[in-house]
């Protein structure tokens, strides 16, 4: 997937996007809602996802951060935005951008973001209609300065070749389903399974 780089944020335009179309353990007739993902990077700012999905009958019920919105209708981000490091960060926000955090080289090891540094990531909220279909969707943006303190290196903006997917799911809602942009060949659904990430090759637009 080719990820932009743009000069400043006025010239974001033409991103490319992808379908996350992969739902591989679901099974016929089930729940697959349509749904996108496309990322960009801003030069002295940072990395930005932008993920919706056209989504019926979505469930909102977590309300704190790091609460387990990946039971609600949910749309995730997880990348490995430093070359040559293996830990990658999971970022997993509800319709009313409630999110978790957290960072590690697998399942196992996962650390929650909070408990390392005081900063954020940016989360916006969005609502897209098209063709009179209505969906839910989110902006992650991760600064230059985040990055930087949890890898402990000074983290810019540039062309490089990064590993990571995005997912959609809803464990518990009345339609569960879990979806990948990058398939995941596991026979049951596993997200933290950074050997089915695929490449993102950060480029200067």
């Not at 002295?44 to 932008?50: F, L, N, P, W, Y």
């Not at 090891?109 to 390392?116: C, E, G, N, Q």
Request: some cysteine; glycine content about 8%; proline content about 6%.
């Amino acid at each position: 997937m080719i990820a932009p780089i743009f000069k400043c944020a006025e010239n974001i335009k033409d991103f490319p996007v992808g379908e996350i179309s992969n739902f591989p353990w679901e099974k016929d007739g089930a729940s697959h809602p349509e749904s996108y993902a496309a990322i960009f990077a801003v030069e002295g700012d940072g990395i930005h996802a932008v993920l919706w999905s056209f989504e019926e009958d979505v469930l909102c019920s977590c309300t704190k951060r790091d609460d387990p919105v990946y039971t609600d209708s949910c749309l995730e981000l997880f990348l490995m935005p430093i070359e040559g490091d293996n830990r990658y960060i999971n970022f997993e926000v509800n319709k009313n951008g409630v999110y978790l955090s957290q960072i590690g080289t697998c399942r196992g090891d996962r650390v929650f973001i909070k408990s390392l540094t005081c900063l954020e990531p940016i989360i916006k909220t969005m609502e897209i209609t098209e063709n009179g279909k209505t969906a839910w969707g989110c902006e992650i943006t991760l600064p230059e300065r985040l990055i930087s303190e949890l890898y402990g290196t000074d983290f810019n903006i540039g062309e490089s070749t990064v590993k990571g997917n995005f997912y959609k799911c809803a464990e518990l809602s009345k339609n569960p389903h879990f979806g990948t942009f990058f398939p995941v060949n596991t026979q049951k659904p596993d997200f933290h399974r950074p050997e089915f990430f695929g490449e993102i090759k950060f480029r200067k637009a």
